[in-house]
Nanobody, 122 residues
Framework: QVLLVESGGGLVQPGGSLRLSCEAS????????MGWFRQAPGKEREFVTS????????SYADSVKGRFTISRDNAKNTVYLQMNSLKPEDTAVYYC???????????????WGQGTQVTVSS
């Protein structure tokens, strides 16, 4: 079991930026695939981005490509989500997740943080 704690959410104006952090309790975070997901009110949780253990392979949802960047610092047991050019439709609770292998369905990921709220509004 990996404990994950997200931080960095908040209120931002459209076009603004935020950086989310996800700190893990696991000392060998490099063994895990890391992902970010989000859930807007009344909607199902959806995939945002993921990265392999070395950070050499990443994937993004079409809705965030070119605006969001995932990165990781295994020495700090931390994964980041840099979000630029934010839009009102990016408003959601953002969750960090970890698993030994990539899972295509969000509900198959085994380790989750508590989530952090991101609100994009003027």
């Amino acid at each position: 079991q990996v404990l994950l704690v997200e931080s960095g959410g908040g209120l931002v104006q459209p076009g603004g930026s935020l950086r989310l952090s996800c700190e893990a309790s696991e000392r060998t975070l490099s063994n895990y695939v890391m992902g970010w997901f989000r859930q807007a009110p009344g909607k199902e949780r959806e995939f945002v981005t993921s990265t392999n253990w070395g950070g050499s392979s990443t994937s993004y949802a079409d809705s965030v490509k070119g605006r969001f960047t995932i990165s990781r610092d295994n020495a700090k047991n931390t994964v980041y989500l840099q979000m630029n050019s934010l839009k009102p439709e990016d408003t959601a609770v953002y969750y960090c997740a970890a698993d030994r292998t990539y899972k295509s369905r969000w509900y198959d990921w085994n380790n989750w943080g508590q989530g952090t709220q991101v609100t994009v509004s003027s």
